[in-house]
């Protein structure tokens, strides 16, 4: 069974514009998660969808969201970009809502963006 | 709200070894435990997780973790560490809120270095 896929793998923006990125869940798959990750920071929470609605969102501006669609593909966008969104941005899916049962989570290889 | 710390930046360790890398935890109710790891350029990957049962949990690559309620640790443990072990680990704890959404939030990582 194929992965979390997510594209594209790496991205250079400059600020001020705005990025999508997309991610695939494993097949069967209806639950998505997104998590930013920097140096700084760590990994930190962006948003969860379940079966395309927005089930729970971290401490982001206004500026990060999301969508899920009906085959559970997601997409986060990101408006003006600011310097300090240079991040790796993983998604992570799970076959029900993160939390039923203590589901396991399995995670893309994230999509590196850079912005100047 | 719930949290996890991982009080080491590093651990080095010597090719067959035993390797332990700590993680404490705070949360109300019952806890959902993970550990992760990353690889250079690489998403995560998940190795185990604790949600009842059993105190030692067994899991991908050898490794196993200990839950242990009165001192709120679930380290990670290896009997015999290999070179190909050295990485970035994680430890998660699950979240959840009052909308039925869930969240997973992560320590702050410990690089393991592991020498020949």
């Known amino acids: 069974k194929a992965g979390v896929t997510q594209t594209p793998r790496y991205l250079i923006k400059t600020r001020g514009q705005q990025v999508t990125l997309s991610c695939s869940p494993i097949s069967g798959h209806r639950s998505v998660s997104w998590y930013q990750q920097t140096p700084g920071q760590g990994l930190q929470f962006l948003f969860e969808?379940?079966?395309?609605?927005?089930?729970n969102k971290g401490n982001f501006p206004g500026r990060f969201s999301g969508r899920q669609f009906s085959n559970s593909r997601s997409e986060m966008n990101v408006s003006t970009l600011e310097l300090g969104d240079s991040a790796l941005y993983l998604c992570?899916?799970?076959?029900?809502?993160?939390?039923?049962?203590?589901?396991?989570?399995?995670f893309g290889p994230g999509t590196r963006l850079l912005v100047l | 709200a719930q949290s996890v710390a991982q009080p080491e930046d590093q651990v080095n360790v010597a090719e067959g070894n035993p390797l332990t890398v700590k993680c404490t935890y705070s949360v109300s109710g019952n806890p959902y435990l993970f550990w992760y790891v990353q690889y250079p350029n690489r998403g995560l990957q998940f190795l185990l997780k604790?949600?009842?049962?059993?105190?030692l949990v067994k899991g991908s690559y050898g490794f196993e973790a200990e839950f242990n309620k009165s001192q709120t640790s679930f380290h990670l443990k290896k009997p015999s560490a290999l070179v190909s072990d050295s990485a970035l680990y994680f430890c998660?704890?699950?979240?959840?809120?009052?909308?039925?959404?869930?969240?997973?939030?992560f320590g702050a990582g410990t690089r393991l270095f592991v020498k020949a």
């Open positions: 969808y379940f079966s395309e609605t927005q089930r």
């Open positions: 604790y949600i009842t049962g059993d105190n």
């Open positions: 992570a899916s799970s076959l029900g809502p993160v939390g039923q049962a203590g589901e396991t989570q399995y």
């Open positions: 998660a704890v699950r979240e959840g809120n009052r909308g039925g959404g869930f969240k997973t939030i």
